[in-house]
């Protein structure tokens, strides 16, 4: 477990050298579970560029899109391996709605698919998802779960979008 002091010691760094760490937790995440590995992808800034992390590193890696109707569509659809779980399906056994909901889909999806997930989750302003980052810290290998990007402030999300002239990825969509 990490403590409160180390987070925000973590969040001071410059952006470059918390680009270098979120990199390593990556190679590490990925490695562990030998690839098998796919990011969470909105549409949004964390999103956008947590997968231009992972796949500068790992080129192939999948995304998995949850169609909630809320998020962020032309960027979604622009996406490269990118598999999109329609929320109208008749066979889906949940209403995708909030974020609680959209969580135990993504447990049900690292059962059915044996795949672990990648978030783009950051401990920035919100108690509820630092407390979860405390606790989890970025590499959570027992549960599976990976938040790389999970001590940058919005502001560094900002100014790596910018650094890199980041507005969307690219295309090749599989709907389920």
């Known amino acids: ?91 889906n056994e949940f209403n995708i709605n909030n974020h609680d909901t959209i969580n135990k889909y993504l447990e049900k999806f690292m059962v059915t698919s044996n795949k672990k997930l990648i978030l783009g989750n950051i401990a920035w302003k919100n108690k509820k998802i630092e407390q979860a980052y405390l606790n989890l810290t970025c590499n959570s290998y027992n549960k599976g779960i990976s938040q790389p990007i999970g001590f940058w402030k919005d502001e560094d999300i900002l100014n790596y979008l910018n650094k890199y002239n980041l507005n969307f990825c690219f295309q090749k969509k599989k709907i389920i």
């Not at 952006?15 to 760490?21: P, Q, W």
């Not at 231009?52 to 809320?70: M, W």
């Not at 998020?71 to 066979?91: A, F, P, R, Y």
Request: proline share 2%.
């Open 1 to 91: 477990m990490l403590e409160s002091w180390q987070l925000k010691q973590r969040q001071s760094l410059p952006l470059s050298i918390k680009i270098a760490l979120s990199n390593i937790r990556i190679r590490r995440f990925y490695n562990y579970f030998d690839g098998e590995v796919t990011v969470c992808f909105s549409g949004g800034k964390k999103s956008i560029v947590l997968l231009d992390l992972v796949r500068n590193i790992f080129p192939d890696v999948e995304a998995i899109f949850i169609d909630t109707k809320s998020e962020i569509k032309e960027h979604v659809m622009k996406c490269s391996n990118l598999t999109i779980i329609n929320s109208n399906d008749k066979k």
